[in-house]
């Protein structure tokens, strides 16, 4: 039973780590065909993993209603939106237009999802203005520097920015280019060798812990 | 000759207009302090998100790679998938749960597999390619050296490229200690790593800044009178809502200290 329940699915990992690792090396059509086949199979499986996720938020909020614990109101909103979109997507066969015109889906997709989305992430531009004020004091000089450089930037980024400063434009343009990518670069060679040791350590049976606990 | 626009289409429109001015104030509400408003709007976001979510990934996967595949092309060998995937639910059956091991096995081995080549050659490889390029380029008769900042690839632009990326590296390497020539090398690192942390912070606040303009963008189209000026009402009520809830006294437990 430990075989089927350990050693297996490490088995799996190795075979299936090791064949698309080669997979790369071999310029031929039936090599070409598995990668097809495999990235159409990843998302077959990311399909059900979704399910996954959507039933523990489904657990979490039906229990918050069941229970009638503080906010539940709110959960009930949340299954109404959720139940709602589900019904009137299907209805629309998961199509945001149909003959050029909108569908009751496209309808949400426009008039609640997008600014909901917009909205959420614009409020982030005031609490990112105060979190600046409350950080951006330049206590040491490696703090004036990236003042100095978010600075720029932001002049640089805004017609009004280039009338007041001509130059912040090319030196804008300069930083982003030049001084961050080489840091850019630095980050993602670090990264992905710290990657490449990771996948090798889950090859070959190092790092289990994706196999989750318990005693087998 | 523009085309009439039908009764139906000017109804949801209108509608639409209603509903995403109210809930954008409604998000807005949240920068006078935490409300009802913006609790209704927040969750209303994350079920919205997530039935669009599941739709898409049923018309995605379920319709377009498993039932259409299987049932017109005869495609069969995509139930191996639907198996594997559906080994995944067993995490449901207490007794059963470890059989959804295979299903992340198979997906953790893919993942690596696929990941070690490709990074080697994209993110490492390629990467440090572009960074040792030649200083000298041809010009004419002889080799001239470039000191145009404004062109990234000039060759006064490769060294600082060099620069940067040699000091960042050195300066993320603990295996020796940062001192003598080597605690410079590392300030020269923290130097660039704060150009760009400065950089990226001020890049994302406009973007921001622009997703802002954009939502303000539409609360003024929305004040207009053919819509019936959902700005204007919608702003009463939600201030008005504000102030009812700041007057109402809360119920506070007593203190039992």
């Given at each position: 039973m430990i075989f089927l329940r350990r050693r297996l699915p490490l088995l799996i990992t190795m075979i299936t780590g090791l064949l698309f690792a080669g997979q790369y090396y071999v310029p031929h059509p039936a090599s070409e065909w598995l990668l097809t086949s495999a990235t159409k199979w990843l998302q077959i499986i990311g399909g059900f993993a979704l399910v996954l996720g959507v039933t523990s938020l489904f657990h979490q909020h039906a229990v918050k209603i069941r229970r009638q614990e503080a906010g539940w109101g709110y959960s009930l909103v949340l299954y109404a939106g959720m139940l709602v979109t589900i019904a009137v997507g299907l209805w629309a066969g998961g199509k945001e237009s149909l003959d050029g015109s909108m569908t009751a889906f496209g309808w949400i997709y426009s008039y609640m999802m997008v600014p909901l989305q917009g909205t959420m992430f614009a409020i982030l531009a005031f609490f990112i203005a105060s979190a600046a004020y409350r950080s951006f004091r330049a206590r040491s000089r490696e703090a004036a520097v990236l003042l100095i450089a978010a600075v720029i930037v932001m002049m640089g980024r805004v017609p009004l920015g280039e009338y007041l400063i001509p130059l912040s434009g090319d030196v804008s343009q300069w930083i982003l280019n030049v001084l961050n990518a080489s840091v850019r670069r630095a980050i993602l060679i670090g990264v992905s060798l710290g990657t490449i040791a990771l996948s090798l350590k889950i090859i070959f049976g190092v790092e289990r812990s994706y196999l989750g606990g318990g005693k087998e | 000759m523009p085309q009439p626009v039908s009764v139906t289409d000017m109804d949801a429109t209108i509608l639409g207009a209603w509903m995403a001015t109210g809930l954008t104030l409604f998000i807005f509400s949240f920068l006078y302090q935490d409300n009802p408003l913006f609790k209704l709007a927040e969750h209303l976001y994350v079920g919205v998100s997530v039935g669009y979510t599941i739709v898409k990934a049923y018309d995605t996967?379920?319709?377009?790679?498993?039932v259409k595949p299987i049932v017109?092309?005869?495609?069969?060998?995509l139930l191996i998938p639907v198996a594997i995937g559906l080994l995944m639910l067993t995490r449901y059956v207490p007794r059963a749960a470890w059989m959804s091991r295979y299903a992340f096995a198979f997906i953790v081995g893919l993942g690596s597999g696929l990941a070690i080549p490709r990074t080697i050659s994209s993110f490492v490889l390629k990467q440090v390619e572009d960074t040792i390029r030649p200083l000298l380029f041809q010009a004419g008769d002889g080799l001239t050296f470039s000191?145009?900042?404004?062109?990234?690839?000039s060759s006064l632009n490769a060294v600082i490229i060099l620069i940067g990326v040699s000091t960042v590296l050195f300066y993320f390497?603990?295996?020796?200690?940062?001192?003598?020539p080597g605690k410079i090398v590392a300030r020269t690192g923290i130097v660039f790593l704060m150009i760009a942390f400065g950089a990226a912070f001020g890049y994302t606040v406009m973007a921001r800044m622009s997703l802002l303009i954009g939502r303000l963008t539409d609360l003024i189209e929305f004040s207009d009178v053919s819509y019936g000026r959902p700005t204007w009402w919608l702003l009463m009520l939600t201030i008005a809502v504000l102030v009812l809830l700041a007057r109402r006294v809360p119920n506070r437990p007593p203190d039992l200290h």
């Open positions: - | 996967v379920i319709v377009h790679l498993i017109e092309e005869g495609q069969i060998a000191f145009n900042l404004l062109n990234p690839a390497f603990f295996s020796i200690e940062h001192s003598g």
